[in-house]
């Protein structure tokens, strides 16, 4: 049990170069240099957004180039509330998620970033994050890990 069951990397669908992450660093980075210019960008980010948005651009070679070698797990890369929908005649297994094109193995807590981050209220966000995480620490436990500490998972959700 735990990282080292070694089926994720024999799943010829997933990508094991990095190559979907870097796509995706690449593209948020063309975003911003289109988005960036003009007026109606600036206007809708929360205050402090754009200077917030501008550092994480300046870094982005930070981000492309410190991908973990380990603790991999197979990501969604895009999970946000726009892509899961609920099967509510099946309340057993109810959840249910789309779009899976940008598959790729890194940190699952990756995941969890990406949907706390662009689906929840940062209000809302900030009171039950810590919450989240731990109990996503208690699920890997219950999986065999036990080898990844809250600062550790701390530190690849707020990479992610």
């Excluded at 991999?72 to 929908?85: E, G, P």
């Excluded at 790729?104 to 966000?125: E, H």
Aim: negative net charge; charged residues 30%; proline residues 2%.
């Amino acid at each position: 049990m735990g990282w080292e069951r070694g089926h994720v990397s024999r799943i010829t669908v997933v990508c094991r170069d990095d190559s979907a992450r870097s796509f995706d660093i690449e593209s948020n980075k063309k975003y911003w240099e289109a988005s960036s210019q003009t007026e109606e960008f600036k206007r809708v980010l929360p205050d402090g957004g754009y200077e917030a948005s501008k550092m994480l651009y300046e870094q982005y070679g930070l981000f492309k180039n410190n991908s973990p070698q380990d603790k991999l797990t197979i990501t969604h890369s895009d999970f946000k509330a726009d892509n899961i929908y609920f099967d509510f005649s099946n309340l057993e297994d109810s959840v249910i998620v789309f779009d899976w094109s940008s598959i790729c193995t890194y940190r699952g807590v990756a995941d969890i970033s990406r949907l706390l981050g662009t689906s929840v209220n940062p209000d809302v966000r900030r009171d039950i994050e810590v919450k989240i995480l731990n109990d996503y620490l208690d699920r890997l436990k219950e999986n065999g890990v036990s080898d990844y500490t809250f600062d550790e998972c701390w530190e690849d959700y707020l990479k992610g």
